[in-house]
C-alpha cells in the first residue's frame, strides 16, 4: 500500500514516531502502519477503545483467514493491532483468544547462478544492477540497500559499512563486481557538486534515500517479466549469498557476523 495511501490519523502518526524511537526498521514500520489503517477503516463508524476481543477475531477471520492468507500476513496483523490498543489505548488482549501462529520452518529459497546472472545481463537499469548486486554478492537486506552511504563503500580494502537492524553496525564483503557497477553507478548519477548525497541511491520527493518500497516493487516486477519462482523475494539474494559462502567453504561464524545475526541459530 505504501504510506501515501494511508489516512491521515494522529492514532496512525503516534504509532509511526513509537517505532521510530523505538529504532524500528522502515519496512516494519510501514507494514504497521498499513495494518493499522486497514483496520481503522474496517471499524470507521465504532468506538474502536470499546471493541471486544471478539469484535477483533470477527475481523482477523474475515479479512485474513477466510481469504486463506499467509502465516506471516495473519501474524503481522495481529501484531499490528495488539501493538495499536498497547500504545493507543494501554490495553492488551489474552493472547489465548488472540494467539499468534505457528510458523513451519522451511529451508530459505534461493537463486541459482545461471539464473542471477541472466537476470544481471539482462537488466539495464544501471541502478537495479547495483541493487541486485548488493544483495547477492554482499548480503544485504532491501532496507540495508536502500539507505546505503557512498562513505560507508571501502573499495580498497573490499568491504562494505552496514547499518543493519536495530543500529548494528557489521562489515560484509564488497567483491570486484560490485565495486564495478557502483563506481559507474556513482560517476553517472553522484559524482556532480549538485547531486552529491550522503545516501548513493538518492530518494525522491524530498526524501533523503531510496525507499525499501521502491526496491521490492521493483524485485515483484522483475519477477513477474522472468517468471521466476513465486516463494522467491529480493529476500532471496540475501539467502544465496550465505548458502554460496557456506557451499565455498565459509566459516560460519565469519557469515554470522556478516549477515549481522546475533546467534548462530539464525
Known amino acids: ?10 492514532r496512525i502518526n503516534k504509532i509511526i514516531n513509537t517505532l521510530k524511537r523505538g529504532g524500528r526498521s522502515e519496512q516494519t514500520i ?9 483496520f ?6 465504532k468506538d474502536l477503545e470499546k471493541l471486544s476481543e471478539n469484535d477483533i477475531i470477527e475481523y482477523i477471520e474475515k479479512s485474513y483467514i477466510d481469504k486463506e492468507c499467509s502465516l506471516n ?9 495488539k501493538y495499536f490498543y498497547l500504545i493507543t489505548y494501554n490495553r492488551e488482549f ?21 539464473t542471477f546472472k541472466k537476470l544481471l545481463n539482462e537488466e539495464q537499469n544501471l541502478k537495479h544492477k547495483c541493487w541486485l548486486l548488493l544483495g547477492y554478492c554482499s548480503g544485504l537486506r532491501v ?13 580498497k580494502e573490499h568491504k562494505l559499512k ?3 537492524k536495530r543500529k548494528k553496525e557489521r562489515y560484509t564483503v ?38 525499501s518500497r521502491t526496491i521490492i516493487n521493483y524485485f515483484s516486477t522483475l519477477k513477474e517479466k522472468q517468471n521466476l519462482d513465486k516463494n522467491i523475494t529480493f529476500h532471496s539474494l540475501r539467502h544465496t549469498f550465505a548458502t554460496n559462502f557456506i557451499t565455498n567453504g565459509g566459516d560460519p561464524f565469519v557469515l554470522k557476523s556478516m549477515l549481522g545475526h546475533t546467534s548462530m541459530n539464525t
Open 94 to 114: 489474552n493472547n489465548n483468544l488472540l494467539p499468534h501462529a505457528k510458523l513451519t520452518k522451511k529451508l530459505p529459497t534461493t537463486i541459482d547462478k545461471e
Open 162 to 164: 552496514v547499518l543493519g
Open 30 to 38: 510501514e507494514n504497521y502502519a498499513c495494518a493499522i489503517n486497514r
Open 174 to 211: 564488497l567483491p570486484d563486481i560490485v565495486i564495478k557497477y557502483l563506481r559507474l553507478y556513482y560517476k553517472k548519477y553522484n559524482s556532480k557538486k549538485s547531486a552529491k548525497s550522503e545516501f548513493l541511491f538518492r530518494g525522491t520527493k524530498g526524501n533523503k534515500h531510496t525507499s
Open 1 to 10: 500500500m505504501g504510506f501515501k495511501k494511508i489516512q491521515k490519523d494522529e
Open 143 to 155: 532496507a540495508e540497500i536502500a539507505t546505503l552511504k557512498v562513505k560507508d563503500i571501502n573499495s
Open 73 to 81: 500476513t495473519y501474524n503481522l496483523n495481529i501484531c499490528a493491532i
Open 40 to 45: 481503522l477503516k474496517y471499524f470507521n463508524d
